[in-house]
């Protein structure tokens, strides 16, 4: 359709031919903020782009070299739905790492773990199920349920993640609206966004939990390797065996991404073998096969690289990352400010003095030279006006630095104005909130 005259806004003509599904789809803040938050006077602690500086770019373009000179005819091929069984077999030892005794017979290989969200919310979720999510959650989970319809009941979390207590409320009150409760989703390992991790007293409990209440649980873990200071914590999947050594309560979420490269969209699923056939057959509808090409190449990095050391030098570098973080943030925020203290991943959670928002903050903010995402993009429901996610996994330590200090100024000048003036709301200065430059224009 023709443009409104004037307004730059193009109508969409398709508004009443759309599927129900599509009005829980609308963009992430998140991805708003990536047009601006990528030029290069803005200190971008926004995305969770990995860093792949430390990669050894050169051997991996050997070894995609040779798999097409070698073996290219399969490479360049069609490939199982399922996924590569060598490249299966290789996940089957990553997950060894964090205590789980899976079969490569129940992984499925996805296009990334954002497909394995999709695949698990497509064969469990009808329009109007529950899904409990912590809150926050991650934004791109949230994306996923909404657009299956499913209603979001938060559950809360603090610095020891999930809280047990708060799990059991959020069944009782559910079963007591006489909804359903498919599953749980839970990012145990260094959260995204809230950078906590589920003690390991808390992991046994959430499972009984959700096993009594006949929930599974989708155990998302992209950062389970990433951790600063401790091997990796034992995952839920490996705590739970069921009666013939069959694991039914648990669908665990593995990624390539963080790990290794997000370019190659190579993640899985481990499922209770009786959900592995569904998963496989709704990924066929979606993309016959995950690539054939990026798996093998997985497969070879993994097999004749020392990926271990490589993770190990990602470690050492996003520790570095968050301890410039901290300490800024320590240093520098005004008082009333308090932020999470990762021991691993990629996210700080911070949470504003008294009365700010953080969804009125950010126009500030960019103007200012620094970004972040609001708190409110990870909430099914917008709340958690009071919160913002930093990301210390890009830049350089001194550009961390000088964003927090950015970040610190247009905080101080916020407190500042509120105590001249009370609440601020969003008027500032006479200026109605609506003239600050939009994420996408500033
Ligand atoms: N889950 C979580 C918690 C994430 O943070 C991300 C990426 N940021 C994903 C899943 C998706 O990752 P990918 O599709 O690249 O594996």
């Avoid at 077999?89 to 997950?95: A, G, P, Q």
């Avoid at 001249?420 to 994420?439: I, K, N, Y």
Wanted: hydrophobic share 45%; charged share 20%; proline share 7%.
């Amino acid at each position: 359709m023709a443009p409104r005259p004037g307004s730059g806004v193009t109508l969409d003509a398709f508004t009443d031919r759309y599927a129900q599904r599509t009005h829980g789809m609308t963009a992430s803040e998140i991805r708003a903020l990536f047009a601006v938050a990528s030029r290069p006077e803005v200190v971008s602690l926004a995305g969770g782009m990995p860093n792949l500086s430390a990669l050894p770019l050169d051997a991996v373009g050997k070894l995609m070299g040779e798999l097409v000179q070698t073996r290219g005819a399969q490479a360049l091929q069609y490939g199982s739905g399922q996924g590569d069984p060598h490249l299966r077999e290789l996940i089957c030892e990553v997950m060894a790492l964090e205590g789980i005794a899976g079969s490569s017979e129940d992984v499925v290989v996805t296009v990334g773990s954002q497909q394995a969200l999709d695949l698990v919310t497509r064969v469990f979720i009808d329009p109007g199920d529950v899904v409990l999510a912590e809150a926050p959650s991650y934004v791109g989970a949230l994306g996923t349920f909404a657009s299956f319809q499913a209603e979001v009941v938060h559950v809360e979390m603090d610095s020891a993640g999930l809280v047990p207590e708060a799990l059991r409320a959020a069944m009782a009150r559910v079963a007591a609206a006489g909804k359903r409760a498919k599953f749980l989703y839970t990012v145990p390992n260094f959260h995204n966004p809230a950078g906590v991790s589920l003690v390991e007293s808390r992991r046994d409990e959430v499972l009984a939990l959700c096993q009594e209440a006949g929930l599974l649980v989708l155990e998302d873990n992209p950062y389970g390797l990433l951790g600063f200071d401790a091997p990796p914590t034992r995952a839920i999947r490996a705590r739970s065996t069921g009666a013939h050594g069959h694991n039914d309560d648990v669908l665990y979420l593995g990624s390539f991404s963080k790990t290794f490269a997000p370019g190659l969209r190579v993640g899985w699923v481990l499922a209770p073998h009786a959900v592995r056939e569904k998963l496989v057959l709704a990924a066929e509808a979606a993309v016959l096969c995950p690539p054939t090409f990026n798996q093998m190449a997985v497969a070879d990095y993994l097999s004749t690289q020392d990926w271990q050391g490589q993770v190990s030098a990602f470690r050492a570098m996003y520790r570095e990352r968050r301890d410039a973080m901290l300490e800024a943030l320590g240093s520098l925020m005004p008082p009333g400010t308090t932020w999470t203290h990762p021991a691993g991943g990629f996210y700080v959670w911070v949470t504003l003095p008294d009365g700010l928002d953080a969804k009125v903050l950010l126009p500030r903010a960019i103007t200012a030279r620094v970004a972040f995402v609001p708190g409110s993009a990870f909430f099914a429901d917008g709340s958690g006006r009071s919160h913002l996610r930093l990301s210390y996994c890009y830049p350089e330590p001194e550009r961390i630095r000088e964003g927090v200090r950015r970040l610190a100024t247009v905080l101080e000048e916020e407190v500042e104005l509120r105590a001249t003036f009370g609440s601020t709301g969003p008027l500032r200065a006479g200026r109605p909130q609506s003239e600050f430059p939009s994420p996408d224009l500033a």
